[in-house]
């Protein structure tokens, strides 16, 4: 397990930690209203609640904002399992897919399960050298439990040579 992981958790999980790093790097995200409902090793949660800010002409959640979401979601495991790592490990978003079952209306969780296949990954390449690339899901639910969206980001990454 990666000990830094643990050191970014606690940073990026405090309210006014993230609210800043949202407002200098991620300014979309930030008047998007995105937030941290939870981040473990294994899964990451980002909340979206449905406002005039984030909504298209049908009265639901622009589809840019549920990619924000669910790219965050598996985003903050790259970032996590990256932070402070030596040899550092680059990251890129090469792909991304989505699906739509429903308007996203109310409070909508964008749910991603793959850290340890981020961690796993990582850790390949900086034991190999070898660039590597990653599909991870993230299951976007409304209040009631229903699938609203679903996205798969494709990830690329690869350890810089010291």
């Given at each position: 397990m990666n000990p830094q992981f643990d050191r970014f958790q606690k940073l990026i999980?405090?309210?006014?930690?993230?609210?800043?790093?949202?407002?200098?790097?991620?300014?979309?995200a930030f008047f998007a209203g995105l937030r941290i409902g939870k981040l473990?090793?294994?899964e990451a949660v980002i909340l979206v609640k449905h406002s005039w800010i984030n909504q298209n002409p049908f009265r639901s959640m622009y589809f840019a904002v549920q990619s924000m979401?669910?790219?965050?979601?598996t985003g903050l495991f790259a970032v996590g399992q990256t932070y402070k790592r030596e040899p550092a490990v680059s990251m890129l978003v090469v792909a991304i897919e989505g699906k739509f079952f429903k308007k996203a209306?109310?409070?909508?969780?964008?749910?991603?399960?793959?850290?340890?296949?981020?961690?796993?990954?990582?850790?390949?390449?900086?034991?190999?050298?070898?660039g590597r690339?990653?599909?991870c899901l993230s299951v976007g639910t409304n209040e009631q439990g229903e699938?609203?969206?679903?996205?798969?980001?494709?990830?690329?990454?690869?350890?810089k040579s010291k």
């Open positions: 999980t405090n309210r006014f930690q993230f609210g800043f790093f949202k407002l200098v790097k991620l300014p979309a473990s090793s294994t979401a669910a790219e965050m979601s209306t109310g409070l909508i969780s964008f749910t991603c399960k793959d850290g340890a296949k981020v961690e796993a990954i990582i850790e390949e390449c900086i034991q190999t050298g070898e690339t990653l599909d699938k609203v969206s679903e996205f798969i980001i494709h990830w690329s990454f690869k350890a």
